[in-house]
């Protein structure tokens, strides 16, 4: 088995009126998220970003605005996903990107990764999620937007 690189993208996928779509884990009960993902190999976080969105969502980037928000943090993995990494690695950085709709797509999700999705306004979402960074990250969003929500 290939390890994960402790190396991610987190995409907050909204519309411009900041309805935030969220991802309900299948491995996690009542954990919601964004779309979030390690690099593979040596690809470009923003392709990291677009190759994410198609697989957890069924999105494609190339109709939307993806913006790379320069932006990024550490988190300590959580220990149930430890196995991932290689022995040892205990830390992520994680890169955050948003990609504004301008409606609400059609939503096609990995089966094996999510079951179910909601689209809610940004406050909500930032309730909602259980990590942290995600929570920062769409608190963020209507500043980053230019918007003074």
């Known amino acids: 088995m290939a390890y994960k690189q402790p190396v991610s993208v987190l995409v907050l996928i909204h519309t411009p009126e900041l309805e935030v779509l969220l991802l309900e884990r299948n491995d996690f009960a009542d954990a919601w998220q964004s779309v979030t993902g390690s690099r593979e190999g040596e690809e470009a976080l923003s392709e990291t970003a677009r190759r994410e969105v198609w697989e957890e969502t069924g999105i494609d980037t190339r109709e939307h605005t993806l913006r790379d928000w320069a932006y990024?943090?550490?988190?300590?993995?959580?220990?149930?996903?430890?196995?991932?990494?290689?022995?040892?690695?205990?830390?992520?950085?994680?890169?955050?990107?948003?990609?504004?709709?301008?409606?609400?797509?059609?939503?096609?999700l990995a089966p094996g990764e999510h079951r179910r999705y909601c689209w809610v306004d940004w406050a909500r979402a930032a309730d909602m999620v259980f990590s942290p960074s995600n929570a920062e990250a769409i608190r963020l969003l209507p500043q980053r937007l230019g918007r003074g929500d």
């Open 72 to 108: 990024c943090s550490d988190f300590e993995i959580y220990a149930r996903w430890r196995h991932r990494y290689a022995p040892g690695v205990t830390t992520n950085t994680e890169h955050v990107f948003s990609l504004t709709v301008v409606e609400r797509p059609p939503v096609i």
